[in-house]
């Protein structure tokens, strides 16, 4: 079975057009194994090590960028801080839990976007980020 999901992401890499290494393999089968999700370059790090992956956390943040550069990731900003990875491509828009750190997904068809700004000249735009920000309620 762990052969057959290793073949299915050195696949996936190969799609982007990235070579799949040993270290890209591993690091791609723990981040796409539990379907979408966010994380940070840390959390990934942190899954490595506990499934005995020997990288350090700048190659894991190396690969990620790499991820994104080959558009099977996405990057959301969402503090000055921290960066959180999306394994979800997709359009979509997230709610972001202040204190807890925790990023949701909400689905595109639930916001609605109109008046956006003519870009600049010469460009375009790729899409739009919407990140809205939660807190428990005051009692």
Do not use: W
Not at 13 to 39: E, I, M, N, Y
Not at 46 to 56: I, R, T
Not at 67 to 76: K, N, Y
């Amino acid at each position: 079975m762990m052969a057959q999901a290793s073949g299915e992401v050195e696949a996936k890499l190969r799609r982007s057009g990235l070579r799949p290494t040993r270290q890209r393999v591993a690091l791609a089968a723990l981040l796409f194994a539990k379907g979408d999700r966010h994380l940070t370059v840390e959390e990934l790090h942190e899954e490595a090590v506990a499934a005995d992956v020997p990288v350090s956390l700048a190659t894991v943040y190396n690969t990620l960028h790499q991820f994104t550069e080959a558009g099977m990731i996405r990057v959301l900003a969402v503090e000055s801080n921290k960066t959180y990875f999306d394994t979800n491509v997709s359009d979509h828009h997230h709610f972001f839990v202040e204190g807890r750190n925790e990023v949701l997904d909400i689905p595109v068809s639930n916001i609605e976007i109109g008046n956006l700004p003519a870009p600049p000249e010469g460009m375009e735009i790729s899409h739009v980020d919407v990140v809205i920000r939660l807190r428990p309620k005051a009692d």
